[in-house]
């Protein structure tokens, strides 16, 4: 099975696509050794298609592995850039099944679901927030230390991702450590909207129509949907397809 490399705002996937091939029998291990070869951050496997419709997007990282399509944001991003490069206006814009719900990807940008709520917790003697977006866990930790790195206690039992954040002139900064990954990442596509959502719920960023969100792989933007009966976002980036 051949692979494509690509890039969102420094995340790095190698991508695989079955679309052209649906009989494929997945061979996880094959992935998992590319994924360590080309040292990159997930393996993307686009599988099963109805016209402009994705049922699955897997997701596979050294000791991760979601056999119903885990969500990746900025890897959905990638996947979209990856589908217009290679199949044009067909797909231009299309849709992928996560969580119950129908999300919309194109060559901009990605829907994210938002959390239902947010949980105060204490994490590492830390204040903290827990939320879930788009079926990714997120532990939120404010600081107006730019140079804090809060890592997991045990490596090898990561089940979370951790964001720390800080805010500067209504400009929210985001690192995060990513589970699978086990290290942190330039730029983090769920993290980003969880740390955007925690703080407009606190309080700590004023509204507004549209959010940047600045990592170390560069500005992401935020866009609230006008569609009133679904809870999601738009959001959008630097992407990359080799």
């Known amino acids: 099975m051949n692979f494509t490399f690509a890039s969102a705002n420094g995340n790095t996937f190698l991508i695989f696509d079955c679309i052209k091939s649906p009989?494929?029998?997945l061979n996880y291990f094959y992935i998992l050794s590319w994924f360590i070869a080309k040292k990159?951050?997930?393996?993307l496997?686009?599988?099963y298609h109805s016209g402009n419709y994705l049922k699955s997007m897997l997701v596979v990282t050294m000791d991760v592995y979601f056999p119903k399509g885990g969500f990746c944001g900025n890897g959905a991003r990638a996947v979209g850039k990856y589908l217009q490069k290679t199949y044009g206006m067909k797909y231009k814009?299309?849709?992928?099944?996560?969580h119950s719900m129908i999300l919309t990807i194109d060559k901009t940008f990605a829907e994210l679901l938002l959390?239902?709520?947010i949980i105060q917790i204490e994490y590492n003697g830390y204040d903290s927030y827990l939320?879930?977006?788009t079926g990714e866990n997120h532990i939120i930790i404010f600081t107006s230390n730019k140079s804090m790195f809060i890592s997991?206690?045990?490596?090898?039992?990561?089940t979370i991702n951790i964001n720390v954040c800080w805010i500067n002139n209504n400009e929210l900064y985001v690192k995060t450590f990513e589970r699978g990954i086990n290290r942190y990442t330039q730029s983090c596509g769920t993290g980003t909207v969880s740390a955007w959502y925690v703080g407009r719920c606190l309080g700590y960023l004023s509204y507004s129509h549209k959010y940047n969100v600045y990592t170390n792989g560069g500005k992401l933007t935020i866009n609230p949907t006008q569609n009133i009966h679904k809870k999601t976002v738009y959001l959008s980036g630097q992407t990359f397809v080799k």
């Open 40 to 43: 990159v951050d997930s393996c």
């Open 93 to 98: 814009k299309f849709s992928i099944y996560s």
């Open 131 to 133: 939320v879930n977006t």
């Open 23 to 25: 009989n494929v029998k």
């Open 152 to 158: 997991p206690p045990n490596f090898k039992m990561v």
């Open 115 to 117: 959390p239902d709520n």
């Open 45 to 47: 496997v686009i599988k």
